[in-house]
Each structure stands twice: as structure tokens, then as C-alpha cells.
């Protein structure tokens, strides 16, 4: 049997911290567990949920997501198409607790 990784996202300042499947994005483990995360378009390009990666280390599901090579090399991410590859620090400010998850998105990630 196979088992999905799973890693520890610890959502900055707040101190939020939730379990990230290895092939779930960050965005969508967060509100898994009970946190939303600033989101509009989930696929890369809004760039509504763009902030800084403090610690670890991520992967993209798509070649390049919607940020420049300079906003990268300074830390930023997009969380709705990062996953994580080992435990995972984002700093995100306006993450808030949900107020319920649908049963939808606890089940298919986005």
C-alpha cells in the first residue's frame, strides 16, 4: 500500500498549522484544515494568494505559475498551485480561520 506523504503547514503570524497531502496544494490543505486562505482563480494567474514562503521547500502542478522570476527568488509563492515537499512556513497575514468546509472540498482538494 501507498500512502500520501503528509507534511505540516504552519500558517504565519497567526500560528495556524494544518497536515499538507504531498499532491494537495497548499491552498487547499489550509482550508482542509480549517483555514482560508486569500484565493480567486486557484489555477496560477490572479495571483490573489501570493505570499512568502518563510520555510521549506515546493513544487508547482503547473510549469510556470503566475509570478516573476524576481518575486520567486524573493520568496513569494502562489499556494493554489504549490505543494509541499517537505514541512512547509508560509507567511499569509489575512488567513483566517473557516467558518465550515464543505464536504466537497475536504474530499477533492480543488
Known amino acids: 500500500m501507498n500512502e500520501a506523504r503528509v507534511f ?17 496544494s497548499l491552498l487547499a490543505a489550509a482550508l482542509r484544515g480549517g483555514v482560508s486562505l ?25 510549469d510556470w505559475p503566475g509570478l ?6 524573493d520568496g513569494w509563492i502562489l499556494p493554489c498551485v504549490a505543494l509541499p515537499r517537505s514541512d512547509v512556513t ?3 497575514p489575512d488567513a483566517k480561520l473557516a467558518a465550515a468546509v464543505p464536504r466537497a472540498v475536504r474530499s477533492r482538494g480543488f
Open 90 to 92: 508560509i507567511d499569509q
Open 68 to 73: 516573476t522570476a524576481e518575486e520567486k527568488a
Open 8 to 24: 505540516k503547514l504552519t500558517i504565519a503570524p497567526g500560528g495556524q498549522v494544518v497536515e499538507a497531502e504531498a499532491g494537495v
Open 38 to 62: 486569500p484565493s480567486s482563480c486557484r489555477n496560477g494567474t490572479c495571483r490573489a494568494c501570493m505570499c512568502r514562503l518563510i520555510a521549506g521547500k515546493i513544487g508547482y502542478r503547473i
